[in-house]
């Protein structure tokens, strides 16, 4: 069994999990979520936020691809050698790496708190509501008790100078 670890296949990895993820959460694939959104007449608030931070992770992914290219190019052509630049390129890549890695957590979050999402809080949230048999509203007395101060009585700095 051969294992692909070229950093294509890593990427293409990561990319794949999270459009598998969008899919299965949202029952449609991120191809489907960008033509809604860049052909509705009104397109939903959500779905326009999920395509743009995916967008923006697939920018974050290949800047990240840029990044490990750069440095196997420098340790490519130096081996055994490490110089600043190296130590510069591989700085670069831990922090596009570090970057591309907020960004799925952010696709991943706007996924979790889309409203097609059956299991989104919200959604959760409207499901137990309607579950619920309704409850009367409770009544407070609006009776004042004898240990809180009633609007006649002065309090605050003003009514400790008297």
């Known amino acids: 069994m051969s294992v692909d670890l070229t950093l294509e296949a890593l990427s293409d990895d990561l990319m794949s999990v999270v459009d598998e993820h969008i899919e299965q959460r949202l029952g449609r694939p991120i191809s489907a979520l960008r033509d809604e959104a860049a052909t509705a007449v009104t397109p939903d608030p959500e779905t326009v936020r999920v395509v743009r931070e995916y967008t923006e992770l697939a920018a974050a992914e290949k800047a990240v691809e840029a990044r490990e290219e750069e ?51 919200a959604r959760s949230a409207q499901a137990a509501a309607k579950a619920r048999p309704h409850q009367a509203t409770s009544t407070r007395s609006t009776s004042t008790s004898p240990t809180t101060p009633s609007a006649a009585t002065p309090t605050g700095p003003s009514a400790r100078r008297r």
Not at 84 to 100: F, G, I, K, M, S
Not at 103 to 109: C, D, E, I, Q, W
Request: charged share 10%; no cysteine; proline share 8%.
């Open 71 to 121: 440095l196997f190019a420098l340790i490519v052509a130096s081996p055994g050698v490490f110089t600043d630049e190296h130590l510069a390129a591989a700085q670069a890549v831990n922090n596009a790496v570090t970057y591309r890695d907020a960004r799925v957590a952010t696709v991943l979050h706007a996924v979790l708190l889309h409203p097609l999402d059956p299991q989104a809080p």
